[in-house]
């Protein structure tokens, strides 16, 4: 199974951005499906963003578009999130996953907090 890091997490004032980083143990972007979750306390997980791996068409939850962008770079094993106009509503912790067929692999995610 593939391992999963994220990274740029962090703390960023209302109305800042931050760009997360995903990067896989060995090349499998090129299949299945790629996204974004997050898990805010008391509140179950949810999907932010996702991209396929052919076209790379992607598609956002309501609460982020405009704001958030996903992005991958085959060549660098790395699904980006680029997170603009941050709000503090979008304090969580960041997940990635990837999905080929039944199988699921998860990072560790990385904490983002939005406060001023």
């Known amino acids: 199974q593939v391992q999963l890091v994220e990274s740029g997490g962090g703390l960023v004032q209302p109305g800042g951005s931050l760009r997360l980083s995903c990067t896989a143990s060995?090349?499998?972007?090129?299949?299945?499906?790629q996204g974004w979750y997050r898990q805010a306390p008391g509140k179950q997980r949810e999907l932010v963003a996702v991209i396929t791996s052919g076209g790379g068409s992607a598609n956002y939850a309501d609460s982020v578009k405009g704001r958030f962008t996903i992005s991958r770079d085959n060549a660098k094993n790395t699904v980006y999130l680029q997170m603009n106009s941050l709000k503090p509503e979008d304090t969580a912790v960041y997940y990635c996953?990837?999905?080929?067929?039944?199988?699921?692999?998860w990072g560790q995610g990385t904490q983002v907090t939005v406060s001023s």
């Open positions: 996953n990837h999905k080929v067929g039944v199988l699921s692999s």
């Open positions: 060995r090349s499998v972007f090129s299949r299945g499906v």
